[in-house]
């Protein structure tokens, strides 16, 4: 069983940057891929990315492309989301997710191709 704990939330003005983190209670988080998602109110899970084990790749849905960066940290078992340039749109609580799995690295974009997720943490951005 693995534990996720996001954090880092909170009000933010449009334009701001925000940084998330995600925290796994597990000794083999290295073998984890680790995505993160976003729900926006009356809306399904949005895939945001998802980076690869040792982070050495990462896949990002178009929409945050080049605003938002997934990086790791296998020594502290945490996984970052930084995000920049924030739009109101970007309101939404925000959920990191584990899949365990072997080769080859594939960009899981549905919330059921993972196997572990996390409470959330909500950001909402003010125009």
């Known amino acids: 069983q693995v534990q996720l704990a996001e954090s880092g939330g909170g009000l933010v003005q449009a334009g701001d940057s925000l940084r998330l983190s995600c925290a796994a209670s597990?000794?083999?988080?290295?073998?984890?891929?680790m995505g993160w998602f976003r729900q926006s109110p009356g809306k399904n899970h949005e895939w945001l990315g998802v980076?690869?084990?040792?982070?050495?790749?990462?896949y990002y849905a178009d929409s945050i492309q080049g605003r938002f960066t997934i990086s790791r940290d296998n020594d502290k078992n945490t996984v970052d989301l930084q995000m920049n340039n924030l739009k109101p749109e970007d309101t939404a609580v925000y959920y990191c997710?584990?899949?365990?799995?072997?080769?080859?690295?594939?960009?899981?974009?549905?919330?059921?191709?993972?196997?572990?997720w996390g409470q959330g943490t909500r950001v909402t951005v003010s125009s």
């Open positions: 597990t000794r083999a988080f290295s073998v984890y891929a």
């Open positions: 997710a584990a899949r365990w799995s072997g080769d080859p690295f594939l960009p899981w974009r549905d919330w059921n191709d993972y196997h572990y």
């Open positions: 980076t690869s084990w040792t982070g050495d790749k990462t």
